[in-house]
């Protein structure tokens, strides 16, 4: 028996290390999908102040603090009891649109497009962002443009680009001025003239990867994500919706202090990151997906015309629910399209420019849950305080968490179908990597660490012994 | 009237009166020295040992907050030797207790982070200690984190001296020096408290502070304490 490790698996926010064991045949016998890094922010914050977690929290993750940010206030509210003022609950969700646009362009423009754009077979040593930059200057314009729209709006509401101070228990800590409006709307044309232009572009290639779509964890799966109530998508608000493989609304409306009725977490040998299933199920068949794929398949439209235009065509080519992994490349465009929707509406409410901006309350529930729609998929905070507000407790479950059995399931599955034979093929490890990627893991939050990135395939034998290493 | 002294510092001739400490010397003459455990108001105590300076004759370095001026006293306030133990008594500073400026509710209007930065400290050349400590929520508008520290003592003296309640005290020694509430009882239960809330305005981090603010949202007035005691002190 021989074993293959791709330890760790490049361009994606973390460390992850998969192992592939091969039968005395070359056939794939089995593969692990482990993450192998840990911090424990659970454990850290206890004592502290309840209403510092959004600040603390917003550590986790270099990516997507504002989405920590976010749903650890959501929960900061549910202990202070409060509603927030419309016009905060509004500037949250730009902030939380502008972050969509920024993270999907990352993951898309810098992360990803290297497979797609340059071929997963191409030289590993310049299929990354600097080679995109090289064949395909005018996409690695769009991409980092793109993302500067989203990381600008950031900066202006919260002052800070990455680590968002401004999101604060009971609302947002200063207002919108018409300027900053002005200036986001008069750029907004120009956003959406990229999105215009990434989506010919991809819909262009897509032919190219019939067999990475047919084999890319299509794996049919349950589906989770937030809805408001007519079924409509909710990145920042709503209840949560589980769907079945083949497209039944099995529970819906589930208010966010309910979730621990319905996710139950395993946790798994080997590997820091817990397994989230879906409880009525069981371990380990109640697999489900959340993220941008998750979200298209859960809800019945996404409630913005041009967004929902192109669910429409998605739909006549792929058909909904869609299960093919590589798929979630395009859900993930379709949201930047929703986003930049959004963020004109937002815009566009007259509540939106109102001062008044945070509520204040002390404790008055010991326990309070905040969700939120995070752009790898569903993200939980679960507090427990004393009564002065001291944290006695939390729970984080987050994206990658609630995708981890399934990303396991489509790495066995691309293992399955592209590694053949005991050598190692770079273009077939590379495809393993890539499913990983699909799902745009960040396994530095998942497990609450940092990471960086690099890769390290190993072929192993069944004695451990290094067979041959391939890097990128 | 108190005498006019005539002394030197960095070189230049100043004149002061006979009590004034060195640091107001220099205050007044528009001189800079560093200074953290000094509030103008309250007593100085000598504590952090960020204001020492070099004094012709004396073979060791004093503080200049605690020491009184002397007639043809020559000071200099800057020195290479200076800044290497300003930066160690700051790098100590850190160690002892934890902290975590990104998380702070004090970040970016902290007087230990920006003498930090303003003596150009990149990084901890000694190994953090990082001690458990509790987190004082008991009281219903202000929290006491003993991570945050530096025992300056500048909540101890504004309220025992402005305030009249004294409230504060620091108990143990060394290392195990905290802060504490009456006879150790915790803040929401103390009697003594009179809820003015000048300690927190006068704590230089983010040991003390308001309930609620988030990361970098407090923002200390120690401005008023200042006006506050010279009032006092003036009608007295
Ligand atoms: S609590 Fe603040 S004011 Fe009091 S001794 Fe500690 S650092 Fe100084
Ligand atoms: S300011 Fe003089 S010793 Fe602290």
Redo the contacts between chains.
Sequence with gaps: MKRITIEPVSRIEGHAKITIQLADDGHVAKTDFQVTQVRGFEKFTE???F??M???TS?ICGICPVSHALASAKACEAIMAVRIPPAARNLRELLHCAQYVQSHALSFFYLSAPDFLLGMDSDPASRNVLGIIRKHPDVARDGIELRKFGLQIIESLARERV?A?W????GV?APITPQTRDRILGELPEAKAIAHRTFKFFKAVLDDYTDEISHFGSNPTMYAGLVDQKGSLQLYEGALRFRSSIGEIIEDQIPAEEYSQWIAEATLRDSYLKAPYFKPVGFPDGVYRVGPLARLNVIENYGTPAADAERKEFAQRFGVPAHSSFLYHYARLIEIVYALERIEMLLGDSRTLDEHVRA?A?VNALEGVGVIEAPRGTLIHHYKVDE???MKWTNLIVATGHNNLAIGKSVQQVAEHFVKGDKLEEGALNRVSAVVRAYDPCLSCSTHASGQVAVRLRLVDSRGELLDEVSN | MPKKLQLRIDGEMVSALEGQTILQAARNSGKYIPTLCYLDGLTPVGGCRLCMVEVSGIDRLVPACTTPIQDGMSVSTTSAKLTRYRKIMLELLFIERNHICAVCVSNGHCELQAMASQMGITNVRFSYNYPKLSVDQSHSRYVLDHNRCILCTRCVRVCAELEGAHVWEVTSRGIHARVQSDLNQKWGESRGCTNCGKCVQACPTGALAEKGWAVEEMIKRNDNITVLAHRKGAGA
């Design positions: 004592g502290r102040p209403y510092e959004p600040g603390i550590r680590h101070s999101v604060v228990p009971g800590n204040k002390g002065q507000g001291a």
